[in-house]
C-alpha cells in the first residue's frame, strides 16, 4: 500500500508547433498540498488538463492508487475521485448553490426521474459543515460573491467524492482574507485525507500553503522544493531559471501639477457591470497613483470613463486643466492620454495585423504615417524598426504578425505604442496580467521611469503586490467606490486587505 | 525545437505560401463537381460528357467566352459588395435589393433625363445606380450602430423590400383601376406589360468589341477596375486600414479611437454602391430596361463568389469568372449531353456549402485546422452570429 494517489509518468503533449509536456513526471501523496509553480506557457496547465481527462497525451500514463487508468474525458476523472476548480468557475448563474452542486449527478426521489431537492439540500449542509465551507444552499449564484462561489466550486468536487482536488489559480479572484480562509479549507481537507493540487504563480502563496513545491518551465519540471528551505528569490528563480528582481527599484515621488482630475464620477451598472458612485481622485504628474480592489469592483468602468469608451452620467473628467469629459477616446489620446488596456487580446492589438501595424494603430491616421488619407509603410516600418529596438520586443520582423509572439512581447509591443510618443497621463490597466516574470519586470521598470520623467500614471491592479511595487499613493476601489485613499510608504497589506473586502478602516489605523 | 518547416527549401516554402489560399478553395470545388458527378451517375447519365460540355459552353470558343463574361460581369460587383463589407466584419446578405435599388436609380436617370450628351448622361446614370445601392446599403449599416439590429437579419428584410418596392415602380396598372407606377412604360402598360421605357442611347454602355465579343459591353471594364480600386482603398488607404481594423477587431478599433460607428455605415455604403452599380451596368450594357424579372439573383451569387474567392479583389475576380463560366456553359452542357442545366445550380449550392463551412471540407480531406489569419474569414463566418 503506497500513500502516492495520484501520479503521471513522462507525460509528453505537443499541440502545433509547441510541446506543452515535454516527459513530466510528477507524484501526489495522500494528505499532500502540492504547488505546481510556473509562468504562463510553462505547461501546467495542460499537464492538469491530462489529468483532468480534457487531453489526451500523447505519451506517458496516469496512475491513480498505484494503478494505471485510462482518462478519456472529465467524466473518467470524476469516476476516479480527480476533481477540479478552474479559474473561470463553471456555474450555471440563474441557479441556486444546491442545484449548481446537484447538477450532472442528482439525486431522484426513488427510482422516479424527480429531483429530490430536500436530500440534496440536505447533503451540501453536511458537506459545508464538515470541511467548513459555509454556503447557504438556497442562494442564487449570481447573487452571492466570488470568494464563496469558489466555495461551491470546491463542495461541488466534494459532493463528487473528489480525493484529489486540482485548484487552478483560486486566489487570483479573492481578496487577501478570503485568500486566508481558503487556505484554512485547504489545510483542513488535507489533514482529512484529500490531496490537493494548487496552480498559482504566486510565490508568497506558495511558501504560506504548500507541502511540497514543483516548478515547471517550457514544458519541463525543473525543479522541486520544499517551503522551509525556500524563499521568494530562491522559487523565483527556479520558475524563471535565472535571477530575477522581484522589485524594481524606486525613487521617492516628485509629484507636481495636477494632471488628471476626476470629479464624483457617476454610472450606472450596464449588463454583468458594476455601477461607479461619485468617484474622485487626482493623479499628479510625476507620481503613480495605485488603484487597488479585487477584480469587479469598477476598474474596467473606472478605466473606461477616464479613456473615453464609456458615457459618464455626471461627474467631470479634466486632464491638464481642460474638461475632457465629453471627449473622445481619439481627442484625449491626441491630448497626451496613453493607455494600456486591461486586455491586450481584445482591446490592444489586431492579432492578424503585423508588428509594425499594430504599433500605429492609434496613430496611423497622423503624418508621417498617412498623408491625404494614403499610407506610407515606409514611414510605419521605420517607426517600428525603432520602437522594437527601444522597447526590447523580440520579434523576427516588424511584418511578423503580432499574435504570434508571447504574451510579454505582445504586453511591450503595447506599452511601446503608448510610450514611445510625447504622453503627459499613463492609464494603465493590469498591465503585467498574463505577462512572464521577465516582460513585468521591464514593463514596471518602465512604469516608473515615466513617473520619473513627469509624467502622471494611474495604475488599476488586482494585483496587490503590484500596486505595493509600484504606487506612490493607493486608492481602494470596493463596490464602484473609492473607499480609502492611504499613502503608499503608510500602507500595510492587512490594512488593504480589509479596505478591498469593503471594511472601512478606522480613521486611527 | 525543430520546426519542420525551417528544413524545406526556400522555394518550396515560397510555392507553399502561394499555393496556400488556394487549397480550400480547390477542395470545395473539386468536393461540389465529384458530388454533382454523383448525381449525375445516379440519374444514369455520363457525368464526363457534361463536364466536357460545360467546360465547352464556358469557354470553348469566342461565343462561349463571350457569354461567360458577360455573366461574370455582374458576379465581379456583387462579389466585391460581399468581400468589401465582409472586411469590416460585416455580411452584406442584402446585394440583391442594394441591386435593384442601384437598377432603378440608374433606370430612371437613363429614361427620364433627357437632352443631354452622352458624357454626361451616362456618368449621372452609373452614379445614380452607384448612389442608389449605396443608400439602401446604408439602411443596415445605420440600423446596426444606431439600434444593433443584426445585419444578417435587416439585409434580407431590406431584399423583400426593394424587390417589392422597384415592382411597384414598373407596375402597369390594373384593370379594376390601379394606378401604375411611376417608372412604368406608357405603351408597354397599355397591353398589361409591367415594365420601364428602353433608356436613351445617350445613357447606354456601348459594347466593348462589338466584331469579336458578343453583347459583352463597358460594364466589364468597370468591373475590372472595381478589383484594382477595392483592393487599393482596403490595402493602402487609411480608411481601409479602419475598415480592416474594426473587421478584425471592433474593440481594438474603438480603443484605438477609430469612429467605428462611421466606419460600419459607410462600409455599407459602399458594399451597396458596388452591387448596385453591378445592377446598373447589367441594365445600361445588357438589357436597357427594368422590369420586374429581374431579380437580383446576381446578388445573391455575390456571396458564394465572395466566399469562394476568400473574399481578397482578386480571388473575387477569379471567382466571377468561373461562376460566369458555370452559369454560361450550363445551356451547352444540356444540349450536348441530356443531363439537365440544374445540375449546375446543384453544383453551385455545394460550391456555396463547402466554402462556408470549412470545416466541413477539413473533416472530407483531413486537414488540421490552421488558426491563421487566412482562414479568418471562414471562421468569422462560422461564427458571425454573435456579433
Known amino acids: 500500500m503506497t500513500d502516492i494517489v495520484l501520479e503521471a509518468r513522462h507525460i509528453t503533449k505537443a499541440f502545433p508547433g509547441v510541446v506543452a509536456n515535454d516527459d513530466v513526471s510528477l507524484s501526489l501523496h495522500r494528505g499532500e498540498i502540492l504547488a505546481l509553480l510556473g509562468e504562463n506557457g510553462a505547461g501546467k496547465s495542460t499537464l492538469m488538463n491530462v489529468v483532468y481527462g480534457l487531453y489526451r497525451a500523447d505519451q506517458g500514463e496516469i496512475l491513480i492508487e498505484g494503478e494505471p487508468v485510462q482518462l478519456s474525458s472529465p467524466r473518467d476523472a470524476i469516476r476516479l475521485g480527480i476533481g477540479m476548480v478552474h479559474q473561470h468557475f463553471q456555474l450555471v448563474q440563474p441557479m441556486t448553490v444546491t442545484e449548481n452542486i446537484l447538477l450532472g449527478s442528482e439525486i431522484t426521489l426513488g427510482r422516479t426521474p424527480f429531483l429530490d431537492f430536500e436530500a440534496g439540500r440536505q447533503r451540501v449542509r453536511e458537506l459545508s459543515v464538515r470541511y467548513g465551507l459555509s454556503v447557504n444552499p438556497d442562494d442564487v449564484i449570481e447573487h452571492i460573491p466570488v470568494g464563496v462561489q469558489q466555495r461551491v466550486e470546491i463542495l461541488k468536487a466534494l459532493y463528487r467524492q473528489a480525493r484529489i482536488l486540482i485548484l487552478d489559480e483560486p486566489t487570483a479572484v479573492l481578496t487577501p482574507q478570503e485568500i486566508q480562509d481558503l487556505f484554512r479549507v485547504m489545510r483542513e481537507l488535507a489533514r482529512g485525507g484529500h490531496s490537493i493540487i494548487f496552480i498559482t504563480h504566486k510565490l508568497r502563496e506558495v511558501l504560506e500553503v504548500a507541502h511540497r513545491i514543483v516548478a515547471m518551465r517550457q514544458g519541463r519540471v525543473v525543479g522541486e522544493s520544499l517551503p522551509e528551505s525556500s524563499t521568494q528569490a530562491t522559487l523565483a528563480e527556479m520558475m524563471v531559471g535565472r535571477k530575477v528582481i522581484l522589485q524594481v527599484p524606486k525613487g521617492p515621488a516628485h509629484a507636481d501639477q495636477v494632471v488628471l482630475e476626476v470629479r464624483d464620477l457617476s454610472m450606472s451598472a450596464t449588463r454583468g457591470g458594476v455601477a461607479l458612485k461619485d468617484v474622485s481622485l487626482e493623479v499628479h504628474a510625476g507620481e503613480i497613483l495605485g488603484v487597488a480592489g479585487v477584480q469587479g469592483n469598477g476598474q474596467t468602468e473606472l478605466v473606461e470613463a477616464i479613456t473615453g469608451l464609456r458615457h459618464v452620467q455626471s461627474g467631470a473628467i479634466s486632464m491638464n486643466g481642460s474638461n475632457v469629459t465629453a471627449w473622445s477616446p481619439r481627442q484625449r489620446s491626441s491630448m497626451g492620454m496613453a493607455y494600456i488596456p486591461e486586455d491586450r487580446h481584445r482591446f490592444g492589438m489586431v492579432g492578424s495585423y503585423s508588428v509594425a501595424e499594430n504599433l500605429v494603430l492609434n496613430t496611423y491616421h497622423l503624418e508621417p504615417y498617412s498623408r491625404r488619407g494614403v499610407r506610407d509603410d515606409a514611414a510605419i516600418r521605420d517607426h517600428a524598426e525603432q520602437l522594437v529596438q527601444a522597447f526590447d520586443i523580440r520579434t523576427p520582423t516588424v511584418d511578423t504578425a503580432a499574435g504570434s509572439l508571447s504574451g510579454g512581447n505582445q504586453q511591450k509591443l503595447v506599452v511601446a505604442r503608448e510610450l514611445g510618443r510625447e504622453v503627459s497621463l499613463l492609464v494603465a490597466s493590469q498591465p503585467t496580467r498574463g505577462v512572464d516574470v521577465g516582460s513585468i519586470e521591464f514593463i514596471h521598470r518602465q512604469i516608473v521611469a515615466q513617473r520619473d520623467r513627469g509624467i502622471a500614471v494611474l495604475l488599476v491592479s488586482a494585483e496587490l503586490d503590484e500596486i505595493l511595487t509600484l504606487s506612490d499613493r493607493i486608492a481602494v476601489l470596493y463596490e464602484g467606490e473609492i473607499i480609502a485613499t492611504v499613502e503608499a510608504s503608510q500602507a500595510t497589506r492587512e490594512q488593504l486587505g480589509l479596505l478591498m473586502a469593503g471594511v472601512r478602516a478606522p480613521l486611527n489605523a | ?387
Not at chain 2, 518547416?5 to 505560401?17: E, G, I, N
Not at chain 2, 428584410?157 to 415592382?167: C, E, K, P, Q, V
Not at chain 2, 379594376?176 to 415594365?195: C, E, H, K, N, V
Not at chain 2, 458555370?326 to 446543384?346: D, H, P, T
Request: with cysteine; net charge positive; hydrophobic share 50%.
Open chain 2, 1 to 387: 525545437m525543430a520546426d519542420p518547416l525551417d528544413q524545406r527549401t526556400r522555394f518550396s516554402r515560397w510555392l507553399v505560401r502561394l499555393a496556400h489560399p488556394l487549397v480550400s478553395p480547390a477542395l470545395a470545388l473539386v468536393t461540389a463537381f465529384a458530388v454533382g458527378a454523383v448525381t449525375m451517375l445516379l440519374s444514369g447519365d455520363n457525368p464526363l460528357t457534361a463536364y466536357w460540355g460545360l467546360l465547352q459552353g464556358a469557354f470553348g470558343g469566342l461565343d462561349a467566352l463571350s457569354r461567360t463574361l458577360r455573366t461574370a460581369t455582374p458576379y465581379i460587383l456583387t462579389g466585391l459588395s460581399v468581400a468589401f463589407a465582409f472586411k469590416a466584419g460585416l455580411f452584406n446578405i442584402g446585394a440583391s435589393g442594394q441591386f435593384l435599388m442601384g437598377t432603378a436609380a440608374s433606370v430612371a436617370v437613363g429614361v427620364l433625363v433627357k437632352g443631354v450628351p452622352a458624357f454626361i448622361h451616362l456618368p449621372l446614370a452609373l452614379l445614380a445606380g452607384f448612389a442608389g445601392g449605396a443608400l439602401w446599403g446604408a439602411i443596415p449599416g445605420v440600423l446596426k450602430v444606431w439600434r444593433g439590429a443584426h445585419e444578417v437579419i435587416t439585409t434580407i428584410m431590406l431584399n423583400y423590400i426593394a424587390s417589392l418596392f422597384t415592382s411597384w415602380l414598373v407596375y402597369a396598372g390594373g384593370t379594376q383601376g390601379q394606378q401604375p407606377g411611376p417608372l412604368s412604360d406608357p405603351a408597354a402598360a397599355a397591353q398589361g406589360i409591367s415594365q420601364t421605357g428602353t433608356i436613351l442611347p445617350t445613357a447606354k454602355l456601348p459594347e466593348l468589341l462589338p466584331d469579336v465579343l458578343t453583347r459583352v459591353h463597358w460594364g466589364l471594364v468597370i468591373a475590372l477596375v472595381a478589383v484594382p480600386v477595392i483592393w487599393w482603398i482596403l490595402k493602402r488607404s487609411t480608411f481601409g486600414f479602419e475598415v480592416r481594423t474594426v473587421g478584425e477587431n471592433m474593440s481594438a478599433a474603438r480603443y484605438a479611437g477609430m469612429r467605428v460607428n462611421w466606419t460600419i455605415v459607410l462600409s455599407m455604403a459602399i458594399a451597396g454602391g458596388l452591387a448596385g452599380l453591378a445592377g446598373t451596368v447589367e441594365c445600361l450594357g445588357l438589357h436597357g430596361r427594368f422590369a420586374p424579372e429581374f431579380t437580383g439573383s446576381a446578388g445573391f451569387e455575390g456571396i458564394t463568389v465572395a466566399l469562394l474567392g476568400r473574399t481578397e479583389p482578386v480571388g473575387v475576380l477569379l471567382s466571377a469568372v468561373f461562376m460566369g463560366g458555370l452559369y454560361g456553359g450550363a445551356a451547352k452542357m444540356q444540349f450536348e449531353s441530356g443531363v439537365r442545366s440544374e445540375i449546375i445550380q446543384v453544383v453551385q449550392a455545394l460550391v456555396l456549402v463547402m466554402v462556408a463551412a470549412p470545416e466541413l471540407v477539413r473533416v472530407v480531406y483531413r486537414m488540421r485546422a490552421r488558426r491563421s489569419e487566412e482562414d479568418t474569414a471562414e471562421s468569422k463566418l462560422a461564427t458571425g452570429w454573435g456579433g
